[in-house]
Antibody
Framework: QEQLVESGGGLVKPGGSLRLSCAVS????????MSWIRQTPGKGLEWISY????????FYADSVKGRFTISRDNAKNSVYLQMDNLSPDDTAIYYC???????????WGQGTLVTVSS | EIVLTQSPGTLSLSPGERVTLSCRAS???????LAWYQQTPGQAPRLLMF???IRATGIPDRFSGSGSGTDFTLSISRLEPEDFAVYYC?????????FGQGTRLEVK
C-alpha cells in the first residue's frame, strides 16, 4: 500500500545538524511534489518546505530558509531534509507528506521527532 | 500571511450528535483553497476535505464542508466513535501555506 516512512530524527545540540529521510512505497514517487511539515504543541502544524517532482524548484518557509535544504532521489524513492544550525525552536515532530496537487497533503508519514537541546 | 482561527478550541459531544466546526481566515482565501485534516492521538493528520467542500478519497459522506472567502465550516452529521479527534483547517491559496490551530472533539 501507499506508505511514507520517515527516519533520522533524534536529539541534537543547538547549532548542530540532522538529515531526515522519507522512504516512499506503493505509488509512483516521481509523479508527485513532496513536502516536509512539522508539528509542535505550541505552534501546531507548520509547512516548512516542498520539492517539485523533478527536484527543482524547491520552496521554504521563512523560518527555515537558509538553514534547511530539501532534496529528493527519484531512483531511490526518497525525499530528504538537511537541517543545519538547529535551534530549540526547531524541536518538533517532522512529517513528510505527498502533495496531491495545489499543496494539498493526501498522504503523510508517521513522523520523526527532532529534539534540539543542550 | 493568512492566519486561520478555528473555533471552538474544544468541543465535548456524544456519539450520534451533529457538529459544525469553524475556520475563519484573516483575509479572503483565494478560490476556496481550503482543506480539512483529522488527527487522532499518535497518528499523522489525514486529509478529509479540499476545495472547501470536496471529500477526499475514502472519506464517508457524514463529513461535509462549506464556505468561501473568510468563513469555512466542517460538519459531521452523526458522530461515530472514531470521529473524536483534532481537526485542522489549512489554506493553500496564498503563500505561505498556513494551518489553523485545531479544534479538539472529545467524548462528553
Amino acid at each position: 500500500q501507499e506508505q511514507l516512512v520517515e527516519s533520522g530524527g533524534g536529539l541534537v545540540k543547538p547549532g548542530g545538524s540532522l538529515r531526515l529521510s522519507c522512504a516512499v512505497s506503493g505509488f509512483t514517487f516521481s509523479n508527485f511534489y513532496m513536502s516536509w511539515i512539522r508539528q509542535t504543541p505550541g505552534k501546531g502544524l507548520e509547512w516548512i518546505s516542498y520539492v517539485s517532482s523533478s527536484g527543482s524548484p524547491v520552496f521554504y518557509a521563512d523560518s527555515v530558509k537558509g538553514r534547511f535544504t530539501i532534496s529528493r532521489d527519484n531512483a531511490k524513492n526518497s525525499v530528504y531534509l538537511q537541517m543545519d544550525n538547529l535551534s530549540p525552536d526547531d524541536t518538533a515532530i517532522y512529517y513528510c507528506a505527498r502533495d496531491r496537487g495545489d499543496v494539498i497533503f493526501d498522504l503523510w508519514g508517521q513522523g520523526t521527532l527532532v529534539t534540539v537541546s543542550s | 500571511e493568512i492566519v486561520l482561527t478555528q473555533s471552538p478550541g474544544t468541543l465535548s459531544l456524544s456519539p450520534g450528535e451533529r457538529v459544525t466546526l469553524s475556520c475563519r481566515a484573516s483575509q479572503s482565501v483565494p478560490s476556496s483553497s481550503l482543506a480539512w485534516y483529522q488527527q487522532t492521538p499518535g497518528q499523522a493528520p489525514r486529509l478529509l476535505m479540499f476545495g472547501a467542500a470536496i471529500r477526499a478519497t475514502g472519506i464517508p459522506d457524514r463529513f461535509s464542508g462549506s464556505g468561501s472567502g473568510t468563513d469555512f465550516t466542517l460538519s459531521i452529521s452523526r458522530l461515530e466513535p472514531e470521529d473524536f479527534a483534532v481537526y485542522y483547517c489549512q489554506q493553500y491559496g496564498s503563500s505561505p501555506i498556513t494551518f489553523g490551530q485545531g479544534t479538539r472533539l472529545e467524548v462528553k
